[in-house]
Structures are given as structure tokens and as C-alpha cells.
């Protein structure tokens, strides 16, 4: 590191900084992000089975709340279960939002390194290259190979700039892109919920469908 900072000068602290955090985030986000993580295999099917049998009370959904954002969006789904189907679908759209600002927690972060990289980078070199020409303006040109050393060094950080700033974008691509496939896969989870838990029997009759007459209905009695 000593070494890193000598070649490029004092640019090169921030760029190392900012190197370090990066690959923090990394790895904090791939540990977050993983599918079983977000998407624990075959939950979806257990919590519909719950629904079938009627095992909804507090204790399994709030259980099920803690298990990963895919049982909290079920469990948002389910608190709300006894009420129209357009009042639960909001709260899944309610909840999804919050869950999908967890899930791209640091990411604005990560993006903000890979577009300063480079310009980090670039600024540490403007600087090199303004020293050397300070220099010799004070001192003349002198060697032809200590001038080319001095531009080469005054490069380094351009080159530091771009190693951090590569990676950085490409993670930051990578997660968006995760995040997006399990939004897909979450949604499609609480429709199937929703299905289960709003049978056809409890959506409201089409309007102007004809009522069938009750049993004993005294109108009935009269056309008789």
C-alpha cells in the first residue's frame, strides 16, 4: 500500500479508501443477496398450504415474517387476509416497496464509487502532471527519462481510478439486476398467495347478474 501511495502521490489515499469500502459493500451484499436468503426454497408452497388449512394465527405469521423478504411480503399479505382483494394487493405494493429499499441497501453507495473512481483517478493525475511541469519549468527539461517517469507516475492514478471504478459498476449492474429477477419472483408468489386467500366465492357478484330467490322467499309464495 506504502508502495501504491508513493507511485501515485497522495490521490492514491482516497482511491485506497474508497477501494476498501467498495469491497465491503460487495460482500456484505452478496452474503445479503443470496436466493436462499430472499427466496427460501419452497416457502411459498408452505405458507399457501397454511392458508388452505386455516393455520394463520399471529404466531406463524409473525414467525414467517422474520424468516426472509419473501415471508415478510406473505406475511404483509396475510395480515390483511379478511379484506378485499384490491385493499391486499396494496399492501403487498406498500411492502414490496420497503423491501426492495432494504434489499438495495449500499447500492447508491457502491454506484457513487464506480463513477468517482475515475474521477478521482483523473484529478490525481492532472495533479502529477502539474508538478512535473512546475518542476520543470523551474529546472528545465533535464533527463528525458525522469521526465518519463514523472508522467508515467503522474498515470498511476488514472489506472487506480479505473481498477476501483470497473468492479465497482459491475457488482453495482449485477445487484440491480439480482434484485429486479427476485421483485419478479416475489410478485408472482403473492398473487398465488392471493389466490388462495381470496377464493371466488368472496369477490363481489358482477353487477346486474340475477340473485337467485331464497329458499322460502315470500315472493315466490305470492306468484304462487
Known sequence: MLELVKAGGWPMIPLLLLSAVALAIVVERCWALRRKAVLPPG??????????????????????????????????????????????????????????????RYLNALGTIAAAGPLLGLFGTVVGMIQMFMGVMDHGVGDVNQLAGGIGKALVCAAAGMIVAIPALMFHRHFRARIDGYI?????????????????????????????PAVGDPALAVQG
Open 43 to 104: 416457502l411459498g408452497d408452505e405458507v399457501r398450504a397454511w392458508a388452505a388449512r386455516g393455520r394463520l394465527d399471529a404466531t406463524h405469521i409473525e414467525s414467517l415474517r422474520q424468516t426472509s423478504p419473501l415471508g415478510a411480503l406473505l406475511a404483509a399479505a396475510l395480515d390483511v387476509r379478511n379484506r378485499s382483494r384490491e385493499e391486499i394487493r396494496e399492501r403487498i405494493e406498500d411492502t414490496g416497496r420497503h423491501l426492495v429499499h432494504r434489499m438495495e
Open 184 to 212: 419478479v419472483e416475489m410478485e408472482s408468489e403473492a398473487i398465488r398467495l392471493m389466490d388462495t386467500i381470496d377464493p371466488r366465492s368472496r369477490r363481489p357478484a358482477t353487477a346486474g347478474a340475477p340473485v337467485a
